[in-house]
């Protein structure tokens, strides 16, 4: 049986990038059993984590059970709910900024979705990933976006750049979904 000290250096990285992100070790707390658990050919742990009073997500350990030393981590948080819990921020105004109040979220959302997808070279279809990206789209609010999308577009492709560089451009992911939306 596995103990949570064989994942010291796991979990000593793990708060060294949340303490450089503003939650301190000394108001961290992990919870949980260490117990380890399994699924077909995975076993694990999983435990929970707060700040102060807030949870912020979970950590799972895994190891493939006919090869131990195959050893992933999943950090069950992202990065818009660490910036949610460090700046306690409404979410809508956290996610859109000065474009909150521009669109119903559902619009908002899906805007935000579309340039994601299509940043990373999925181009509307009829059928796959294409066809996801088309429902997507198809969501907007004709109504709500009859100025064009670009201004809201250049701010989400700036956000989705800090994760990598998009592969398409954004003025080509604006017009691709003004035509996708008049269609």
Known sequence: ?????????ILDSWLSVLSQLGFHARHLS???SVTPWRRRQVGGVTLRF???DLTLGDLVLLWNLENPDRLAVD????????????TQMR???????????????ETLDAIRTATLLLGHGIAPAARGAGGI??????S?????VRLGVSAVVRDLYDYWSLFGPPLVPWPEIARVIEQEVRV
């Open 30 to 32: 992990i919870y949980g």
């Open 133 to 138: 990206t088309r429902r997507v789209i198809g």
């Open 91 to 105: 979410w809508h105004e956290m996610i859109y900024g000065r474009f909150a109040r521009a669109a119903p979220t």
């Open 50 to 52: 707060r700040h102060l």
């Open 140 to 144: 907007i609010d004709s109504n709500a």
């Open 1 to 9: 049986m596995q103990t949570l000290g064989e994942y010291g250096s």
């Open 75 to 86: 950090l069950g948080t992202g990065l818009e709910r660490l910036a949610w819990a460090r």
